[in-house]
C-alpha cells in the first residue's frame, strides 16, 4: 500500500510478418505502457503506420464531426454492439450525406432567419413613422434625415441653425423624420441636417430600398420570417429523428475506429528493421507471465518476449534497474539483426521513469484523488494514500463531530457515488461517505446529534449510566476543561503525525540515498522536534510555572483524559554557564539535532523554529471544533433557548423551558428545578416557545443556519484537515510528480469484441 505496484520493462521482439498479430494481442491485454524509440540504435529506425491508418482516422474525423453537429455524448449510446468494416463501410456513407444535408439546410434557415430578422428590425422605425419610403429621398431643394432622439432638443437645435431656412418634422412613436429647407449659399442634403443636430443625441437610420409601404413590408417580413422558422423546426425534428436512430452506430463506430488507429499507429513507438521489430514497454511485473503466454498463443509466428528491466528502489538512488537474467544480445528478428545492450545487461530503448499504478485497497482508493490533487506519487516514493485514509477523516470527523451531520454527509457522499459515472465524483462520494463515519462515530462521543445533546442525555446518561457522554466539545462553564484539554491534544496529534511524516522520510532517504541523507534530511528534524517538546512537556517546563497548568493537567490522573501523565521527568544535566538554567536530556537532543541539521543542510537550519510552529498549526482541529460546536450550539439556541443549572451545564429547551418569569425573580444562590436540574439563568427563551410568528422565524433560523453549519463544515474543516496533510505532513517527504500508467488497449463502452 505504501509502494506503488512494481513494474517491469518489457521487450517484445518479433519479424514483421506476425506484427499485425503482436499488436492485436497486446491490445486486447491493455496492459502494454509503450515507450516511444529514441532513434539510439544502430541499424534500427522509427516504426511506420500498418497500412489503411489514414483510412481509418478520415472515417474518424467524420464520424466525430457527425456526432458534433448532432450534439451526442456518451451518454446517448445504447447497447453494446458489434461494428465491423463492411458494416461501417456500407452504412457510414448514407449517414453522412444525409446529416450534412439537413445541416447545411439549417444553416441556411438560419441564416436566412437572421437576415429577415434584421431586415424586420431596420424597416420597423420607418413603419412607426406612417411614410412611405419613397415620400424620403429625391429632393432637390430638400435635405431629408431620418432617425431617433428627443424630438423638443432636434426642434431647438434646427431652429437655431443659421444654414436652415425652415424644417418640418413628421414623427411616430420614437422616429422622427426631418425636412430642411437650406439658406442661401447652403446645399439641400442630409449632411445639412446632421451638422445642425451636433450634440444632439440622435440616432441616424438609413432609409432601406424597398417598393411597398413600410407596415406592410414589416408584415410581409414577418410572414416569411415565420414560414423560415416552421421549415427550421421541421429540419431540427429530422435532425432530431437521425439523431436518436444513429447515436448507437456513431458512438460504436467511433469506438471501433479509435481502437484500430490505435493499432493502425502503435508501430511509430517500435524500433525496426527491414524484416523485423521490437517493441518496449512498461507492465505490472505480476503480470509478465500473462503476456508471455498471451503472446505464445495468439501469435503464430517467431516473437520473443524478455523482461529487460524491474523497477526497485536502490540506496544509490537509481530505482530501476535490477538486472535479469538475459543474454547481452537478443535476436530482433528472423533476418539475423540484433539488438545490442549497452553492458548493462538490459536492453532499452530509453531511461524514462516507470508509470506509476498505486497500489490501494478498495476502501482506501477513493482517497487517491485527494492525493493527485497535489501530484501524482513517483515510482521512487512512498504512496500517503492509506495514511490520508486514516488520518483526514479522523480530523474531520473530531472536528465536526455530530451525528446528524455525519449522517448528512454520508448521504451527500453515497449521492456523489452513485449518480455520477465519473471517477473524480465516485471517488469524492467515497471521501465523503467515509468523513461521514467519522463524523457520525465522533458525533455519538460528544453525545450530540444537530448540535443538540439528546444521545447524551438519553443514550449515555440515561442508558449508559454516566455523568456525561464521554467526550465534550467543552462549551459550557462546566465543561470548559474539555476546550482547553482539546488544544493540548491538538499538540500531539501534531507531533505524531509529523514524527510519522520525518519517520517515512527518513526511510525514504535510507533507501533511496545513505543513513547520512537520512540523518541530516530527516533525523535531525525528528531529534528537534521530540527533544523539544519533551523537553516542553517536562518538570523543568512544569515547574517554571511558564506554560498554564492545563498543559500538564489534560492527560493527568485528575485530567479530562485521566492517563495518568503529569509531565516528562526534567532529567536535568548541568547548569548551563551565563544563562543560569539547567541543561536537560531533551534540550540537549533538540541541540544535536539543531547542530546535525546546520553541518549537513545549514540553509534549513534558518528554519529551526519549524519544530515548534508546525506543531501549534495542529491547534487549528481544536480551534475548528470549538468554533463549529459554537455555530451549532447558536442556531440551536435561538430555535430551542438554553437554561444554565447550578453547575454551569447548558441545556437545550427541547421538551420545554422553565418559567421565564420565575428563574428572572431568582435570588442569589437560589435555584429551581425542572427537569431534573437545579435551573439558576435563562441565556434565550427559543423562538419555538414563542407566538406564531415567532416560530415561523425559528424554523427558517433552524433550517438555514443548520445548511450553514453544514457548508461550513466542508470549508472550514474539510480546507483545514486537507491543509494539514498537504502543508505539514506532505510537505516533510512527498515531492510527486509520477508518470501515468497508459496502457496500449481500450476500454470498450459501446463495442463488443468481433471475436
Do not use: C
Not at 506543531?615 to 459554537?630: I, P
Amino acid at each position: 500500500m505504501l509502494r506503488p505496484e512494481q513494474m517491469s520493462k518489457v521487450s517484445v521482439t518479433g519479424s514483421k510478418r506476425v506484427i499485425d498479430d503482436v499488436i492485436e494481442a497486446v491490445h486486447g491485454l491493455n496492459l502494454l505502457d509503450l515507450s516511444d524509440y529514441d532513434g539510439s540504435w544502430e541499424n534500427f529506425e522509427g516504426g511506420r503506420s500498418l497500412e489503411g491508418a489514414d483510412e481509418i482516422n478520415e472515417k474518424l474525423v467524420t464520424v466525430r464531426a457527425l456526432e458534433s453537429t448532432l450534439d451526442i455524448g456518451d451518454d446517448d449510446g445504447g447497447q453494446t454492439r458489434i461494428v465491423d468494416r463492411e458494416e461501417l463501410d456500407a452504412e457510414l456513407p448514407d449517414l453522412r450525406d444525409r446529416i450534412n444535408e439537413l445541416d447545411d439546410q439549417r444553416s441556411e434557415l438560419e441564416t436566412e432567419i437572421r437576415e429577415t430578422t434584421e431586415e424586420i428590425e431596420a424597416i420597423e422605425p420607418f413603419a412607426d413613422l406612417g411614410l412611405d419610403l419613397d415620400l424620403l429621398s429625391g429632393y432637390d431643394s430638400l435635405g431629408v434625415l431620418v432617425g431617433q432622439g428627443p424630438r423638443e432638443a432636434i426642434e431647438t437645435a434646427l431652429d437655431d441653425a443659421a444654414a436652415i431656412n425652415r424644417f418640418s418634422v413628421f414623427s411616430g412613436t420614437s422616429t422622427h423624420a426631418i425636412f430642411a429647407q437650406p439658406a442661401e449659399d447652403h446645399d439641400a442634403d442630409s449632411d445639412l441636417i446632421a451638422d445642425a443636430l451636433v450634440g444632439v443625441e440622435f440616432t441616424t437610420l438609413s432609409v432601406p430600398d424597398a417598393e411597398a409601404a413600410p407596415g406592410e413590408y414589416v408584415t410581409e417580413l414577418e410572414q416569411e420570417k415565420s414560414t423560415l422558422e416552421a421549415e427550421l423546426a421541421e429540419v431540427e425534428a429530422e435532425l432530431e429523428t437521425v439523431r436518436a436512430e444513429s447515436a448507437g452506430f456513431l458512438l460504436a463506430a467511433e469506438e471501433y475506429l479509435t481502437i484500430e488507429a490505435q493499432k493502425k499507429e502503435a508501430p511509430l513507438s517500435f524500433a525496426t528493421t527491414a524484416n523485423a521489430f521490437v517493441a518496449e514497454g512498461w507492465i505490472p511485473t505480476s503480470r509478465y507471465d500473462e503476456l508471455a503466454a498471451t503472446l505464445d498463443s495468439d501469435v503464430d509466428g517467431p516473437v520473443d518476449v524478455d523482461e529487460i528491466e524491474r523497477a526497485e528502489f536502490k540506496s544509490n538512488g537509481d530505482h530501476h534497474v535490477e538486472e535479469q537474467d538475459e543474454p547481452a544480445e537478443v535476436a530482433a528478428a528472423t533476418d539475423g539483426g540484433e539488438v545490442v545492450a549497452d553492458g548493462s545487461g538490459a536492453v532499452t530503448m530509453d531511461d524514462e521513469d516507470p508509470p506509476v499504478i498505486q497500489n490501494n485497497p478498495g476502501v482506501v482508493k477513493p482517497f487517491e484523488v485527494l492525493i493527485e490533487a497535489v501530484n501524482r506519487p513517483k515510482y521512487d516514493e512512498f504512496d500517503p494514500t492509506v495514511i490520508l485514509f486514516l488520518t483526514f477523516p479522523a480530523f474531520f470527523g473530531f472536528m465536526i463531530g455530530d451525528l446528524g451531520y455525519g449522517l448528512i454527509y454520508m448521504g451527500i457522499g453515497y449521492y456523489l457515488y452513485s449518480a455520477f459515472d465519473s471517477p473524480g465524483f465516485q471517488s469524492m462520494g467515497g471521501v465523503t461517505i467515509i468523513a461521514g463515519i467519522f463524523t457520525a462515530v465522533f458525533g455519538i462521543l460528544y453525545g450530540e446529534i444537530l448540535g443538540l445533546h439528546l444521545i447524551a442525555t438519553y443514550f449515555w446518561e440515561g442508558t449508559v449510566g454516566l455523568a456525561h457522554a464521554p467526550i465534550e466539545k467543552g462549551l459550557s462553564p462546566a465543561g470548559v476543561e474539555w476546550a482547553t484539554g482539546w488544544l493540548v491534544v491538538s499538540v500531539v496529534v501534531g507531533i505524531l503525525h509529523l514524527n510519522m511524516a520525518w519517520i517515512i522520510g527518513f526511510v525514504e532517504d535510507l533507501q533511496m540515498h545513505d543513513i547520512k541523507h537520512a540523518i541530516y534530511e530527516n533525523g535531525s528534524w525528528l531529534l528537534m522536534m521530540n527533544g523539544l517538546w519533551v523537553w516542553i512537556f517536562s518538570d523543568a517546563i512544569k515547574n517554571a510555572d511558564v506554560l498554564p497548568a492545563f498543559v500538564y493537567e489534560t492527560f493527568s490522573s485528575e485530567g479530562v483524559i485521566p492517563l495518568g501523565f503529569n509531565g516528562f521527568p526534567a532529567m536535568e544535566l548541568f547548569t548551563i554557564p551565563g544563562i543560569g538554567g539547567s541543561m536537560t536530556v531533551p534540550l540537549l537532543i533538540f541541540v544535536i539535532g539543531f547542530v546535525v541539521l546546520a553541518y549537513g543542510e545549514l540553509v534549513e537550519a534558518i528554519e529551526f523554529l519549524n519544530v515548534l510552529v508546525n506543531v501549534l498549526s495542529y491547534t487549528r482541529l481544536a480551534a475548528v471544533l470549538l468554533a463549529k460546536a459554537g455555530m451549532a450550539f447558536t442556531v440551536n439556541l435561538l430555535f430551542f433557548g438554553v437554561y444554565v443549572d447550578s453547575k454551569g451545564g447548558w441545556h437545550f429547551g427541547v421538551g420545554g423551558m422553565p418559567d421565564v418569569g420565575a428563574v428572572a425573580a431568582l435570588g442569589s444562590g437560589e435555584t429551581l428545578s425542572y427537569h431534573g436540574y437545579e435551573v439558576t439563568n435563562t441565556l434565550f427563551p427559543g423562538l419555538v416557545h414563542g407566538e406564531a410568528a415567532s416560530i415561523l422565524v425559528g424554523i427558517l433560523v433552524l433550517v438555514l443556519g443548520h445548511i450553514l453549519v453544514l457548508a461550513l463544515g466542508v470549508t472550514s474543516a474539510g480546507l483545514q484537515a486537507v491543509r494539514l496533510e498537504y502543508v505539514e505532513f506532505f510537505g516533510k517527504f512527498f515531492e510527486g510528480g509520477g508518470r501515468t500508467y497508459t496502457p496500449f488497449g481500450y476500454e470498450r463502452t459501446h463495442t463488443t469484441s468481433d471475436e
